[in-house]
């Protein structure tokens, strides 16, 4: 539970330090202006032995954090679409600040209507390698609403861009033809209104708020996972819409195929147009995304600083994004431009190595992977659903950590070394053979990072 904890602190890292800033440094006490209450209480109950940690790498003289609300100031009045509550705290008691600017994040309004974000565009959507295809097929989608691919389904681990390319691509229709409807919502949001409106009776205006759209964006579709009636309502959502040729674009964690507990008429839908992955960005577009970011967050760091953090941020772009939080607010701190071995050892106690998964985190991962209890995957049992799972984590254990097969046979349930063989070359011949399964390995390896 801690770990996942620690997992969840580091991805959501930039969300909760939104319109943070540290205002002074008093004798050892800093204090750090929150934009609210609930910020407050995340830092103080969640991040507080990070912040410190952080801080106290570079500042070892610091004692106590404080936290105070402070309402970010807007710079300019709120507009109805984007409310820039970028906060310049520049007028701040002047003895001891150690820095007083915001930490350059700028929050716009949610459309209420469309669920969309304005901040997530095309523009500030960089392409490489590893995303250009999905990036094609939505520029392709675009061009012809519901006739070039539909649906558009686009696949891939956390924090690689579905998200934003999603609301891109809606917030894009937009702008083209205001007059479109267009909707964002994720699976499980969907899922829940669903529940309420057959609560409340209002079941019928659920229906056409959803079958009544041009554009219908369905994030994270895989939690669409085990919920019978919330699939048969979509799978009849999906059928208006289609017929009607409306566009539907979707997101996952993988592709349709593996998706566990879902009606096979759904997973042909989800399969009936184009299928494309977002996979890791190599080290050319993780320094584009860097010099992207640094550029819209108007944060001083040299091209020296920028090229070391790609080279140690190695996961995704929302952990790019946090390490580049994370510096600028320890320079900020420190009031120095950071040089580039300070930002190595920055980085160096604060990301996590790519090798550091356990044996026991394999076995979760995959568990979780296959929807099965962690500790069935020690039963002494030959159900499929048991077996293939069980032979994967010895698979993913030999060939990744490369435990011993007597150890990987001892650990799953006292079993002979030569069990573990079999099933790490019976898995291993596989892969190659079955590209199911070789989708599965790929999806559980990419979850690595996560843990
Ligand atoms: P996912 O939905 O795949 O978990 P998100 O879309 O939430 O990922 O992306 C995580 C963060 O990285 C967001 O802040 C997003 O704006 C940023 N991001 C993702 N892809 C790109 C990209 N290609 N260029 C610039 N920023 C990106
Ligand atoms: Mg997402």
Redesign the pocket.
Known sequence: MSEIKVTVSRANF?TWFKDTSIMENNDGVVTISVPNGFAKEWLENKYHKFILKSVRGFSPEVRSIQYIIRAPIPQRPATTATKQATVLLTSLPAKNIIQTTQLGFKEFEVDPLTNLNPK?TFN????GSF?DLAHAAALAVLSDLGKVYNPLFIY?G????????LQAIGNSVLKQDKTKKVRYITSERFSNELVNSLQQNTISTFKEKYRDCNLLIIDDVQFFSGKAKTQEEFFYTFNTLYEAGNQIVF?SDRPPKSIHDIEERLRSRLEAGIIID?SEPEYESRLA?LQ?KVKEKNIDLSQDSLEVIASLVQTN??EL?GALNMIHMQSQCLNKTLSVEEIKVILSKNIRPRTSITQNQIIKLVAEYYDIPDRSIFDRTRKTEIVLPRQVAMYLIREDLQGSFPTIGEKFGGRDHTTAMHAYEKIKNEVKKNSKLEEDVRIIRQRYQNK
């Open positions: 930039a997530y500030t959507f960089i392409v995303n891939g956390v924090g690689l861009g579905k998200t934003h390319l997101s977002i995304i992207s772009i929302r994004e």
